[in-house]
């Protein structure tokens, strides 16, 4: 298993420079990893500097979900027309607990409709019970989205190898899972790819990588 082709190497610092997202990504190309995972006004320079060499990945709504719908849609088909390759956003949250399940379908549904890329739907799974967790998979795979996310690493906590376990036995193969908040370490990355993550994301994929190559 070659763990650099299931990494979306992340840098969602607030305070990250354009020419620090630009030396990131040119670091993450060098190394291998599958995509790169930025803001929405980093997606531009870093989809330039990647030059189709790394896949793109745009957060929206992020990290609480809770603009509206249409500020949503409208931030998810701006990152993909400079340039996002994929987009992970964030579930409303706030409607889904409201057992308002229509509205949590329809918007994720018009993510896909009018952006057409890979989605990842972030369910912040720290804020959701065991039944909530499955009722988000399996709506979230009537909606058509392609990976359920953990969390966006601003919750009250991240990924947990429970989490995924249970999300993946719910997926049923029919959604993939994405691991991501608190991995920081190869035997994280690791155990959440045993726990059965189809990817993972990460802030500390440049670590992970020097912990793998010291192996």
Known sequence: MDLRKLIDNTLLKPFATPAEVE???????????????????????ASEVANRRIKVCSVVGFPLGLSKKETKIHEAVRAVRDGA??????????????????????????FKRETGVLLKVILETC???????????????????????????????????????????V????????????????KTALAMVEAGADRIGTSSGFRIYEEAKGR
């Open 85 to 110: 390759d994929e987009l992970d956003v964030v579930m409303n949250i706030s409607e889904f607990k409201a057992r308002n399940y229509g509205y949590v379908e329809e918007e994720i549904k018009a």
């Open 171 to 186: 997926a049923e193969g029919r959604i993939k899972v994405k691991a991501s908040g608190g991995i920081r370490d190869l």
């Open 23 to 45: 030396s990131f990504v040119r670091r993450s190309l060098q190394i291998g990893f599958y995509a790169i995972c930025v803001n929405p006004y980093h997606v531009r320079i």
């Open 127 to 169: 804020y959701l019970t065991e039944e909530e967790k499955e009722t988000a998979v399996k709506l979230c795979i009537e909606a058509g989205a392609d990976f359920v996310k953990t969390s966006t690493g601003f919750g009250d906590r991240g990924a947990t190898v429970e989490d995924v376990r249970f999300l993946k036995r």
